[in-house]
């Protein structure tokens, strides 16, 4: 399976680690939707800022914002398996 973050293999161990938190293929109806927000604005700070503690801290923020965006998600909407 490819991932959307295969381009960034390059970038620090600390980076790529959350990065795979970030994924949402394996998601699906709204829980899905409201993870590719997340994964977007991952590429986004992927693609205007160097690697560096703060990014990583950046990232793994984003990743918990987008756990609770989710978790909503999938309990709200009736077409998800939770």
Do not use: W
């Not at 992927?46 to 999938?74: F, H, I, T, W």
Request: aromatic residues 6%.
């Amino acid at each position: 399976m490819t991932s959307r973050f295969d381009s960034y293999q390059h970038r620090a161990p600390a980076v790529r680690g959350i990065l795979r938190f970030l994924e949402y293929g394996h998601l699906t109806g709204s829980a899905r939707d409201v993870s590719e927000g997340f994964a977007e604005l991952a590429e986004r700070l992927l693609n205007q800022l160097p690697d560096d503690p703060e990014l990583s801290v950046a990232l793994r923020k984003l990743r918990e914002a987008k756990d609770c965006a989710v978790g909503l998600a999938a309990v709200t909407d009736k077409s998800v398996d939770c």
